[in-house]
């Protein structure tokens, strides 16, 4: 439903009050639930989203992604509150009362505020219903709440697989760490700049290198970001790169390339990178980010599949960062436990296991493969990897050490791989999920 479609059904002044960011969050909802699109993809394209005054706008997003992120404790919720076993319809009236429910007891949104505004959305025959359901939520429900387990909030196929690897008490911190708002991370092109950006853009140094501030605000309006200073990264992604140790005058290939933080890291790090991906839309936009850097006189950029692609020549250094159910990324990106299924995983691993064994064949003697994913589940991660070297014996390990990753020794297993997770590092905001294995070709 389109926001002018939704202000039909309300005779008031919708832009009023604080009404507006409300319908646009329930719209926000609607796409990402309904319509299976992700929210970065909508928040890009929507108008009336991008009209929102700036503050309207990050209300408005943070209520959509507060509710996808607690939909099932929310909906669990509402059904206690109307005393029944089946979900409210219409649709529309699910996520009004969704929204209410967001900012009574995840946001902090004054009780009478969440239960007036959300009164009000509603459709005339309606209001009845949603003010007894709202009060009594504000009266009971968070009494209520202290019963329920964040687990609610992560669909059982993919919490099934948490406990298996991680145990009950893994997946369950996992799911609570991954319910939280991540900070903005961001990469230095310049490492003798890192502390003048530090203060410049209010952020702290992580012992890995990156910065980090709250998130709030307009990247594109942050100082150093169209001067091409640095870009954002968070400081889990930004690790892998550095375990190539020195790369510059090198060639270096990443086989899949997008969004390109990982092929800027290695142009800014002086190296030579043939960044390859099969999206050409995606491509476009590493180009525009290289470009604004000014890092694209470096890397010679591919559109093809890395599965099959083969350059000229074997390198010395191949990075994998294999597509991937991305589940690590949840904090950020909370529509993802929506939109992903456990048949795209069975999909996904197909293809991670094609491109290890093209990047296999890329790799020269004595040549270093790096594979890493932002999946927390350890088929897309560490069997993948156990797999891929029982049937390749020309590959070991070479084992990272916590020195290379800012000290973290908690995130090295047994192998010598680096599996971070969402609740690691939690005293400084938090990480996201990551895993990291470092391979040489003998």
């Known amino acids: 439903m389109t926001l002018s479609a939704v202000q039909k059904d309300n005779p008031l002044d919708a832009v009023s009050d604080g009404l507006q960011p409300r319908l646009i969050a329930m719209h926000l909802i609607d796409q990402v639930l309904q319509k299976k699109r992700a929210l970065d993809e909508v928040l890009q394209n929507d108008p009336d989203y991008k009209s929102l005054p700036d503050r309207d706008r990050g209300f408005a997003r943070m209520l959509a992604a507060t509710t996808l992120r607690r939909t099932g ?227 010679e950029t591919v559109i093809s599949d890395g599965s099959i692609w083969q350059p000229k020549e074997a390198s010395q250094f191949v990075l994998l960062d294999a597509p991937c159910t991305a589940t690590g990324t949840i904090r950020r990106h909370p529509d993802i436990l929506h939109l992903k299924e456990e048949n795209d995983q069975m999909r996904l691993i197909d293809i991670q296991a094609r491109l290890l064994r093209n990047a296999a064949q890329i790799v020269a003697p004595g040549g270093i493969l790096i594979y890493c994913t932002c999946s927390l589940q350890k088929e897309e991660s560490e069997r993948q990897i156990l797999q891929f070297l029982s049937d390749n014996g020309d590959f070991d390990i070479v084992p990272i050490n916590s020195g290379e990753i800012g000290g973290a020794k908690d995130v090295i297993d047994e192998n010598g791989f680096a599996r971070i997770l969402p609740f690691h590092m939690a005293a400084r905001g938090g990480m996201d999920g990551f895993f990291i294995a470092r391979l040489r070709k003998l």
């Open 73 to 299: 404790q929310i909906d669990a919720l509402i059904l206690q509150a109307m005393d029944q076993g089946e979900i409210p319809r219409p649709q529309r009236l699910h996520d009004l009362l969704r929204i209410g429910c967001t900012q009574i007891f995840f946001m902090d949104v004054p009780d009478h505020a969440a239960v007036d505004t959300t009164v009000r959305l509603a459709r005339e025959k309606q209001r009845g219903f949603v003010n007894a359901v709202m009060r009594r939520m504000t009266a009971e429900g968070r009494e209520w709440i202290k019963g329920q387990s964040e687990a609610l909030n992560i669909p059982e196929w993919l919490y099934d697989q948490w406990v298996n690897d991680y145990g009950e008490d893994g997946a369950l911190a996992i799911a609570r760490a991954s319910l939280s708002e991540a900070s903005l991370d961001i990469t230095v092109k310049r490492e003798d700049e890192i502390m003048i950006w530090a203060g410049t853009l209010d952020a702290v140094k992580l012992p890995s290198g990156s910065l980090r501030r709250p998130s709030g605000g307009r990247i594109e309006d942050m100082k150093g970001f169209e001067q091409g200073a640095w870009w954002v990264q968070d400081a889990s992604a930004a690790l892998p790169v550095r375990l190539f140790g020195n790369v510059s005058g090198k060639n270096v290939i990443d086989l899949c390339c997008a969004p390109g933080g990982k092929t800027a890291q290695l142009a800014a790090a002086g190296a030579f990178v043939t960044a390859v991906d099969r999206s050409a839309a995606r491509m476009r936009k590493v180009y525009q980010n290289l470009e604004r850097l000014g890092l694209g006189e470096q890397v």
